[in-house]
């Protein structure tokens, strides 16, 4: 159990949110404005992490000495490629296409800032989507709106519940958060 300083979260994610209150960590949120780039040829399971240091660095000024700062990027890769957040209701049709009756990655690189040391890792899960029917998307999209999301799509709402028949690692890290190798590192802060 954590018992330290709250832990300042550079992220607006509420899934993030959700899985530190979960987990009973008491935590701020400070949202970091950096921007989300990497450099061009970085291998694929580096960037979250990347992407992740971005963030903590870009609030790391905002703390006092002795307080945590901790921030997760999560990318969603099929086909060695990224698939990012759909820009419209279109692309997040398209991109569930592209994920329907495949096994595709969802991967967190985790930033935890503590007394000017710094701990990163990254955890990845498989998931596997059955063969979706095109009204099956069309609902979800319509219904649930995942145009902040990831790979357009958030496992704990109906097209998970429905459309994934199987995860291969941790369901809380395609959520965003590895909450349990989180809560297990902060706790041996």
Same mark, same amino acid.
């Given at each position: 159990?954590?018992?330290?300083?709250?832990?300042?979260?550079?992220?607006?994610?509420? &899934?993030?949110?959700?899985?530190?209150?979960?987990?009973?960590?008491p935590f701020q949120?400070?949202?970091?404005?950096?921007?989300?780039?990497?450099?061009?040829?970085?291998?694929?399971?580096?960037?979250?992490?990347?992407?992740? &240091?971005?963030?903590?660095?870009?609030?790391?000024?905002?703390?006092?000495a002795g307080e945590?700062?901790?921030?997760?990027?999560?990318?969603?890769?099929? $086909?060695?490629?990224?698939?990012?957040?759909?820009?419209?209701?279109?692309?997040?049709?398209?991109?569930?296409?592209?994920?329907?009756?495949?096994?595709?990655?969802?991967?967190?690189?985790?930033?935890?800032?503590?007394?000017?040391?710094?701990?990163?890792?990254?955890?990845?899960?498989?998931?596997?989507?059955?063969?979706?029917?095109?009204e099956q998307i069309?609902?979800?999209? $319509?219904?649930?709106?995942?145009? $902040?999301?990831?790979?357009?799509?958030?496992?704990?709402?109906?097209?998970?519940?429905?459309?994934? $028949?199987?995860?291969?690692?941790?369901?809380?890290?395609?959520?965003?958060?590895?909450?349990?190798?989180?809560?297990?590192?902060?706790?041996?802060?």
């Amino acid at each position: 159990m954590y018992v330290g300083k709250p832990v300042i979260l550079a992220s607006q994610s509420p &899934r993030r949110r959700q899985l530190l209150e979960q987990a009973g960590i008491p935590f701020q949120v400070k949202v970091s404005d950096a921007e989300e780039t990497f450099p061009a040829g970085m291998p694929i399971p580096e960037i979250p992490v990347h992407i992740a &240091r971005q963030k903590a660095l870009a609030v790391a000024h905002l703390y006092e000495a002795g307080e945590v700062v901790l921030a997760a990027d999560t990318v969603v890769v099929l $086909d060695d490629t990224i698939i990012g957040k759909p820009t419209d209701r279109a692309d997040a049709i398209r991109i569930l296409g592209a994920l329907s009756g495949k096994i595709h990655q969802v991967i967190t690189g985790v930033v935890i800032l503590h007394e000017g040391k710094e701990e990163a890792f990254s955890q990845t899960t498989e998931v596997h989507f059955k063969p979706l029917e095109p009204e099956q998307i069309a609902y979800y999209v $319509d219904h649930y709106q995942p145009f $902040d999301k990831a790979g357009a799509y958030a496992i704990q709402e109906w097209i998970g519940a429905i459309g994934i $028949d199987r995860i291969n690692g941790c369901f809380y890290n395609v959520m965003g958060l590895p909450i349990s190798q989180v809560a297990e590192r902060l706790s041996r802060l």
